[in-house]
């Protein structure tokens, strides 16, 4: 009996092993590629960033990018080495001289420089907020954490840890000798979250990043280089992370009464309008004919329906999907788009919703939907499915008790498998 047990589970290995797998999006939330869908600075805001390495066995070297919101232009990037079982931690500050940079004491952040296409063997210890500094002065941006490749075989040292600098020396190593990458060195091991927090108001909120499974990076990433989903540094296509996104009808519920809050982000990962959308499928991504020098390219229209919590509703605000007016002023024109829920009437527009009447209920955020046409494997994703490739949350703010507390949670959304 145990002869047979251990020939289906040697089977079964073999199975999964031959098998090539799709990137998706892992409801378990550890994966090889993370989506920070929104970070706050500037104001008195700062957000800390937490990435986690699930292995107990072997460290993890990861890149770690940070978007403008309006273009997703790269305002900084660093590398981080991650031994078994361990947590990176790194805080998106305002520095005094109203700049935007990354603090990070974690053994993890070392401040390495590029010895060619390769990262140095050697670095620095920590990021310091006026060194690993933003380009842009944003107040809010979205980060993507790509796994750059697994280092395995490093023994622990005498305390049991795994030395950071031996892992940079590995990494270094294996792209001067151009080793190559293959979907085996990208463990699904990364999970990862950012808080946001305000001791000004003592405002906090958390949130847990977007894992994507089997995005299989290929190229060693360097400090500097631009790492983008249409740079083809993957075995997955920027398509098919659009079709592992892919959702529609998403519900944001909403709170304005007396002493509430609520908000609404949409955040677009592969939009990229910096370099044009390059490889989206997405139509409403694409610039106009002649738009290339615009800032923040094509807005993408959106709809809202607004209800009450008795099954009143207000009317679709704005657009009600393509094809719309050019000039329709309900749509969102940037990357990270963060829209405010206010009591009363008036005219809505990008960043701001009127309810009317209604002071609790919710709202279906419509995208405006185009259909996937690709699709990782058969029977795989949102394949043939309309929607829109979005990272879709809401934040509330409640301080009726006396107290301020704060949520921010992904919207539910419809995400429907292709069935053949």
């Not at 280089?225 to 083809?232: E, H, K």
């Not at 982000?265 to 989206?280: H, I």
């Not at 419509?366 to 979005?390: C, E, H, K, M």
């Not at 949350?393 to 949670?409: A, C, E, K, N, P």
Request: glycine fraction near 10%; hydrophobic fraction near 40%.
């Amino acid at each position: 009996m145990m002869v047979k047990k251990s020939l289906a589970v040697a089977l079964g290995a073999m199975l999964v092993a031959g098998s090539a797998a799709a990137v998706e999006v892992n409801p378990g939330a550890k994966g090889d590629l993370l989506i920070a869908p929104l970070f706050m600075t500037k104001g008195g805001w700062q957000s800390e960033f937490k990435v986690i390495n699930t292995s107990v066995t072997d460290s993890a070297v990861a890149k770690v990018v940070f978007h403008a919101p309006g273009r997703s232009d790269e305002v900084l990037d660093f590398l981080i080495f991650l031994s078994p079982g361990d947590v990176w931690t790194g805080s998106v500050v305002e520095n005094a001289d109203g700049s935007v940079g990354v603090s990070s004491t974690d053994a993890s952040s070392i401040t390495v420089a590029n010895s060619g296409a390769c990262p140095a063997a050697t670095g620095t210890p920590g990021f310091n907020p006026m060194q690993a500094k933003f380009t842009l002065p944003v107040a809010t941006g979205y980060a993507n954490i790509f796994q750059a490749r697994m280092i395995r075989g490093i023994a622990p040292e005498a305390d049991g840890t795994v030395s950071k600098a031996k892992i940079l020396a590995a990494y270094s190593a294996a792209c001067v000798a151009n080793t190559p990458i293959t979907a085996a060195d990208t463990d699904n091991v990364l999970t990862g979250s950012v808080t946001m927090s305000n001791p000004l108001n003592g405002n906090k909120l958390s949130l847990g990043m977007t894992a994507l499974a089997n995005y299989d990076n290929l190229a060693y990433l360097s400090v500097g280089g631009l790492t983008s989903f249409a740079t083809n540094i993957a075995n997955s296509s920027k398509q098919q992370v659009e079709d592992a996104l892919w959702s529609s009808n998403y519900t944001v519920p909403y709170n304005v009464s007396a002493g509430n809050a609520s908000y609404a982000t949409v955040t677009f990962p592969t939009k990229e309008t910096f370099n044009l959308s390059a490889g989206s499928q997405y139509a409403p991504f694409f610039p106009a004919v002649n738009n290339v020098a615009a800032d923040i390219g094509t807005a993408v229209p959106v709809g809202y329906d607004i209800r009450d919590e008795e099954e009143h509703k207000v009317g679709t605000v704005g657009c009600s999907f393509s094809p719309c007016r050019p000039d329709q002023t309900v749509s969102l024109p940037r990357e990270v788009n963060v829209i405010a829920f206010v009591p009363g009437s008036g005219s809505s527009n990008a960043g701001l919703v009127y309810t009317s009447g209604f002071s609790k209920g919710w709202a279906n955020v419509a995208i405006a939907t185009d259909v996937s046409d690709t699709r990782s494997t058969v029977n795989y994703n949102n394949f043939g499915q309309a929607g829109s490739p979005a990272l879709v949350t809401y934040i509330h703010w409640d301080v009726t008790g006396g107290s301020l507390q704060g949520t921010w949670q992904y919207a539910a959304k419809t995400a429907t498998p292709a069935a053949n």
